[in-house]
């Protein structure tokens, strides 16, 4: 983290929390805060870090980047 007031800070995370929110929880409506939970695990579990692609990861998943980088460590 860097000093207070830099706009910089909390980007990625905004970034995550918006497609979640537009990709997920905008679509669903939820009865319980559990049921909620269960389907945020989920959606990040198995699409977030195994499917979807990432312009930030050269437009791959974040799970097939990591592999990527370490097999070539």
Same mark, same amino acid.
């Given at each position: 983290?860097? =000093? ?9 995370? &905004?970034?995550?929390?918006? @497609? /979640?929110? $537009?990709?997920?929880? !905008?679509?669903?409506?939820?009865? @319980? =805060? +559990? ?5 945020? &695990? ?5 699409? !977030?870090?195994?499917?979807? /692609?990432?312009?930030? /990861?050269? !437009? =791959?998943?974040? $799970? +097939?980047? &990591?592999?990527?980088?370490?097999? #070539? #460590?």
């Amino acid at each position: 983290m860097s =000093r207070k007031g830099n706009c910089y800070d909390n980007a990625m995370v &905004e970034s995550f929390f918006h @497609t /979640l929110k $537009v990709e997920l929880v !905008y679509r669903q409506k939820y009865s @319980t =805060r +559990e049921e909620a939970r269960r389907s945020i &695990e989920q959606y990040i579990m198995s699409f !977030y870090n195994n499917k979807r /692609l990432h312009s930030s /990861l050269g !437009y =791959r998943s974040p $799970v +097939e980047f &990591e592999n990527l980088h370490k097999s #070539a #460590a």
